[in-house]
Every structure is written in structure tokens, then in C-alpha cells.
């Protein structure tokens, strides 16, 4: 996923500026509300809101973990759970959430079941691509609309900041950013010296591709944190892309004493989780010479938000763990 691409709105003449400002005391007549900036300038917002619209699956995730449950999101109508697993915690029940769009595209909003809602806020991501500016009036008609920047994978950790302050929850991001670092901490621990680990992360895109994850993709920020070393080849390439695409040829480029295999569920896992195994390359990676190559969820390694962190970190500790 490497989320290369983002649901984007944009407001016209909107500024490039990061997520969103709050100031308190706004009020306006019957309710409370206060003012936040978002990247489509100042918005006046409820102070409590109760019935919030996620117009991004990490906003979603986000609100969630700052303790509100979003009425509205975007989805997968193809799956049962909508694609939600990923950016919600485990065991969550996501049928409480109705999904109003398939995809980022502004014909593909449902804006009458979004106005069914009747939502008092909605919260979408922004950047330059003039054909979302063109939704954000009808949204704003809808409920007040702020939009907060989502410039690549790197967002995953200022995204929650930046719907905290939407929703005047910055404590409770503090304490989640805060989490975080004790679980990352806790990895280091369990694995005893994680600067002399090298660890290879190669994604299964398709049967004639691979991608190798650099260290600016998501699961290879987590591993950062973690202190890992990483393959030459799976640094930062050229380009804004955070993964190096190549053929499965080129399996062997990516070997290194540990490997971790990221089936792309978007294709079917099991057929990619072959497709890798039955490589005639892949019995040559010393990983799997030394029983250290491990196949992973990619929906959670490529979520690009904190429940997807956590079960990388979990991951890691449960393969990785000094005996």
C-alpha cells in the first residue's frame, strides 16, 4: 500500500499548513463551539461533538482512539468488516459505523446517506487535487468540514495530533504518542540489541513484482524506531515513492538475516504468500536457511496509523524475542 496515495480534499486557496489550531470560547447561538484551523482555513466547530464523519480510514482509526466513535466512513463495501480491522482495535465491532464511499473519488461520496446522518463534523484530508476542492462546499453544507494534511506515510504520526485538536482530545494524543514509545521500548528490550539485527521487508504486489520497503514506508518507520538496521538496497530511493519495485527475479536483493513477507491483501494473501514461497529463489535467503523469514498481515503493516504500529511492534517482539 505504502500509501502512496491519500484521500484527498482540498479547499481552493487553502494553505500548506499542517494540521489543525484550536481556539476555545467560540460560541454561536444554542451551542457550544470553538474555532480550529485546518489546511481550509478557520472552521467553527462543536466543542463536543457526537456525531462525527471520518472522510479517511487513519482519521477514523484516530478518533477512535481518542475516545469517539465515528458515525460515517470510508470503506470497502467488498469485505464484511468494510476494510476497518486495521484502524480499529482488536475485537471492535465496526457495524456500528455506516460506510458512505467506497473511495476518494467525489462521485463516489454518498452525500444523501452522509446528510442521513446528520453529522455535526466532518474531518477529511487535503492536498492540491482540484477535482476534491469541488466537494468540499457540499460537505460544508452538510456539517462544518475541516480538513487536516496528509502528505504521504510520514502522516501517520502528526495525523492523530492533528485530529486531536480538532476534537479538543491533544491529553489523550499525548497519552497514546506515549504508549507508543513504552511499546517500541519494550521491543528493544525483548529483542536485547536490535542495531546488530538486519531486517529485509519485501512486499508481494503481484506475481511478476516485489517490493522491497524502505525505511520511509510505514512498517520501515516502526522498524526505525525500533533501531533495526536495514538492507543498502532498502533505503530511501528516488523519487516520493517509499518502496523499490522490482521483479521477483530480483529476490535476493532484498536477503538479509531476517525477513519479514507482507502478502498484499488487496490481490488475495494466500495466492501472494505462494507466489513468494514458490519462488525458486526463495529457499537460497539465508532468513529461510535460518527459519528468521516470517509472513505478516499487511493490512496492519501497511495501515499507516497507531493500531497498524502496534501490531507491527507485536509482531517483532513475537519473532524476534531473545530466548
Known sequence: MA?????????????????????PGATTTGSETRTVKGTNGDVEVPTDPKKIVALWRPTMSALVQLGHRPVGAIGDPGTADHGWAPYLPDGDDPSTIQLISASSSPEDVNLEQLQKLDPDLIIGTATSNEEQQA????????????????????????????????????????????????????????????????????????????????????????????????????QQPAGDKDFLSVSPERLLDADAPVVFVLPNADNGQTAQKNAALNNPLWKNLQAVKANKAFTVDYAYWGASNYYGAYRILDDVKKSLAAS
Open 135 to 234: 466537494l468540499l462546499p457540499k460537505l460544508s453544507q452538510i456539517a462544518p468540514t475541516v480538513l487536516v494534511e496528509w502528505t504521504g506515510t510520514g502522516s501517520w504520526r502528526n495525523h492523530l495530533t492533528d485530529v486531536a485538536e480538532v476534537v479538543g482530545a491533544e491529553d489523550t494524543a499525548q497519552e497514546i504518542v506515549a504508549d507508543y514509545d513504552k511499546r517500541v521500548n519494550d521491543v528493544k528490550t525483548a529483542v536485547g540489541d536490535p542495531g546488530a539485527i538486519e531486517v529485509s521487508v519485501i512486499r508481494v504486489q503481484r506475481d511478476d513484482e516485489l517490493r522491497f520497503e524502505t525505511v520511509a514506508s510505514f512498517p520501515g518507520q516502526i522498524l526505525g524506531d525500533v533501531g533495526f538496521k536495514r538492507p543498502a538496497n532498502q
Open 3 to 23: 500509501f502512496a496515495t491519500a484521500f484527498v480534499l482540498a479547499a481552493a486557496g487553502c494553505s500548506s499548513g499542517g494540521g489543525a489550531e484550536a481556539e
